[in-house]
């Protein structure tokens, strides 16, 4: 049965950076896109970024771009989410999903001073 696990949340000043990651196990992690999303209090869940089964691809919210960028490792079943230039209103819960399969707990991630 697979399996993702986020990490790498925390609390962060505005202007700092995180990096997300998150592990798979249990599935052919190399056969699925690999997407995040993240969601807000009070709001739906919105798609930030996406990434192709062999990393060629990537796309990213407007909000996000040019601050944030995907990457996978497949040898380590594992997907990153790079961010820079956080802004409070990036604040929200991360959650990694296999695209079509499965998702991930979450991990929050906190921009505040």
């Known amino acids: 049965q697979g399996q993702l696990v986020e990490s790498g949340g925390g609390l962060v000043q505005p202007g700092g950076s995180l990096r997300l990651s998150c592990t798979a196990s249990g599935f052919t992690f190399s056969r699925y896109a690999m997407r995040w999303f993240r969601q807000a209090p009070g709001k739906e869940r919105e798609l930030v970024a996406r990434?192709?089964?062999?990393?060629?691809?990537?796309n990213y919210a407007d909000s996000v771009k040019g601050r944030f960028t995907i990457s996978r490792h497949n040898g380590k079943n594992t997907v990153y989410l790079q961010m820079n230039s956080l802004k409070p209103e990036d604040t929200a819960v991360y959650y990694c999903?296999?695209?079509?399969?499965?998702w991930g707990q979450g991990t929050q991630v906190t921009v505040s001073s």
């Open positions: 990434i192709s089964t062999m990393g060629i691809s990537t």
């Open positions: 999903n296999a695209q079509d399969l499965l």
